[in-house]
């Protein structure tokens, strides 16, 4: 059974830091696409940054140089690493796994068969 369990949400003002966390159980994160989506009140849920087994990594325009996403493959633990935050950034953020598809529909949401709870980002300006 897979189960993803994310952490470190939790409300920072603009310009600051904060880093998920998902402990990943069921699948190796060292051979599996994984990423993280997030979803603002009133929006559709947008990937922000996915890595597949290799460690090629994909980020939206909109996070690029500012997430990064990355994975501990002894701890089995995928991270979402996020700086100079906006108040735009604010959303509920979701780690995935169980992807099917090209590569290039990793920021799809439909390709993806697991989701975890979510963590709640909220950044005031």
């Known amino acids: 059974q897979v189960q993803l369990v994310e952490s470190g949400g939790g409300s920072v003002q603009a310009g600051g830091s904060l880093r998920l966390s998902c402990a990943v159980s069921?699948?190796?994160?060292?051979?599996?696409?994984m990423g993280w989506f997030r979803q603002a009140p009133g929006k559709e849920r947008e990937g922000v940054a996915t890595?597949?087994?290799?460690?090629?990594?994909r980020y939206v325009d909109l996070v690029k140089g500012r997430f990064t996403i990355s994975r501990d493959n002894a701890k089995n633990t995928l991270y979402l690493q996020m700086s100079s935050l906006k108040p735009e950034d604010t959303a509920l953020y979701y780690c995935?796994?169980?992807?099917?598809?090209?590569?290039?529909?990793?920021?799809?949401?439909?390709?993806?068969?697991?989701w975890g709870q979510g963590t709640q980002i909220t950044v005031s300006s």
């Open positions: 995935v796994a169980g992807f099917k598809g090209s590569w290039l529909d990793s920021f799809s949401p439909r390709n993806y068969a697991y």
């Open positions: 069921g699948i190796p994160v060292s051979i599996y696409t």
């Open positions: 890595i597949r087994g290799d460690g090629s990594t």
